[in-house]
């Protein structure tokens, strides 16, 4: 039900706040960062799989243009 994913290199240094909050504005893509679940977590944020195909696809789609975009 849940994924939990590094953040990618290129991205690594916003930390999973700024990150997630980035995806959400910029992808429009909304994750849990993983620091919310404890100091462990930094560094990861969490999807939650629970919609349907379509949909993940393109929060996929929508993550691929925001990582390709740089940033």
């Known amino acids: 039900m849940f994924l939990w994913?590094?953040?990618p290199a290129s991205h690594r240094h916003l930390g999973a706040v700024t990150f997630a909050s980035a995806l959400l504005e910029q992808a429009r893509v909304?994750?849990?960062p993983g620091v919310g679940f404890?100091?462990?977590g930094e560094g990861f944020v969490r999807f939650a799989l629970i919609e349907?195909?379509?949909r993940v696809r393109a929060a996929c789609a929508g993550i691929g243009k925001f990582l390709?975009?740089?940033r």
């Open 52 to 54: 349907d195909d379509d």
């Open 38 to 40: 404890g100091p462990g």
């Open 30 to 32: 909304a994750v849990s």
């Open 5 to 7: 994913a590094p953040l």
């Open 68 to 70: 390709a975009a740089g």
